[in-house]
């Protein structure tokens, strides 16, 4: 069999500072927006030249941090409720052969500037750093199939969504922040609405509290019921 080596084209950059409570699909998510840095000797403005005719790109990423995980032929996906076993080709997954991923994201312009190349990017559902091995325009004509069965995973997963509530000590806290980080409380929000949890403990109806990055920031909520409380914050010394 051909093997063949594959080098980053670019890394990215976003709000998700480590795997749990990334939104499982970009459009999740809407304030968690990134970019996508380009690396030498890709930094070149010929490489992006015409690609700010499209409105969406496919990125084809590493799942970098689960590839010493390994695969398994097949996995639980979270829609499933965690327990039905589906094969991983017919799954979303990041532990798979090869560790490759395909988000399809809105590109919101291009920052040049000497060897810098930015991809502004609208939501993504990348964790920080990840690495993009390619970089293609969507197209509609030939990317969109509006029609197409999608078993499992037809709609958007609307029906198990969080309540989310603020404590008054965060509302105080986020005060301080909001001009600095104005997507920090949306995207609080919306990542808790789509109820990060391993699927086992949805059943569980005790007050356990969960901590998650995002940005610069430590977060701490809980759960019970369909309601979500945000407790508070803390600001990580970078
Ligand atoms: N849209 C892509 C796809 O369909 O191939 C990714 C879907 S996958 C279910 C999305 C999840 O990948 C996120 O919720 C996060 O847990 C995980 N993830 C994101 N970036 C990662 C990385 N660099 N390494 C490992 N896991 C990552």
Redesign the pocket.
Known sequence: MTETKISPVGIIRSP?KE??A?????SLAPAGTGELHLLAPYNNPEMVKGLEQFSHLWLI???????AQGWHPTVRPPRLGGNERIGVFAS???FRPNN????AVELKGIHIEKENIILQLGSV???D???IIDIKPYIPYADSYPDALAGYAQLAPENDKLQVSFSEVFMQQIQQYQNAYPQLQPLIEQVIQQDPRPAYKHKNTDLQQYGMQLFDFNIRWQVQGQLATVIDLEKLNK
Not at 22 to 26: C, D, E, F
Not at 100 to 103: M, Q
Request: aromatic share 14%.
């Open positions: 998700y795997k749990f990334i939104p499982r699909q970009p990423f590493l799942f970098h941090q689960t590839t979303r997954s990041t490759l991923g395909l988000s559902d990348l964790l750093g990840t690495p």
